[in-house]
């Protein structure tokens, strides 16, 4: 793993909480984006070579909608930049770690995914990521 890519919070309304962020950081939002396959919507800040993802539910029974009514908005995910996604995959695996997908998917701000069981994390729930080549 090279470095922290990024760190996702769960918030209930990017309406809201971008003027907030804007404030916290002293930084513009650089780019917002709808993320289909995740039912999310989310919104990109960057402090210095990490990057704040807030992360919005689009659906109801979304994933992001679960976790803020199970435990509230706030840190939903920390995201690790790899270099080869499918070989820390497998080594993961190997290691007995649980992968929440079996091959990376698309995410969002140009990125292939995968996220590791928090089970397996003690409670953090764990995304690897990869820039996409363009």
Not at 3 to 31: M, R, T, W
Not at 37 to 60: C, D, M, N, R, Y
Not at 66 to 92: C, N, Q, T, W, Y
Not at 99 to 114: H, I
Request: proline share 4%; with cysteine.
């Amino acid at each position: 793993m090279q470095q922290i890519d990024h760190i996702g919070i769960a918030v209930k309304s990017l309406d809201l909480s971008l003027p907030l962020f804007e404030k916290l950081l002293n930084s513009p939002c650089y780019k917002i984006e709808n993320v289909a396959s995740e039912q999310v919507k989310t919104a990109f800040f960057q402090t210095g070579e990490t990057k704040i993802e807030l992360l919005e539910s689009t659906a109801p029974e979304g994933v992001i909608t679960k976790f803020i009514d199970k435990k509230g908005e706030g840190i939903h995910h920390i995201a690790f930049e790899v270099l080869d996604i499918v070989s820390e995959m497998e080594r993961l695996k190997k290691e007995g770690f649980v992968l929440l997908n079996e091959s990376p998917k698309e995410g969002a701000d140009n990125k292939w995914v995968c996220f590791l069981h928090p089970k397996n994390t003690n409670g953090v729930l764990i995304e690897l990521c990869q820039t996409k080549p363009l």
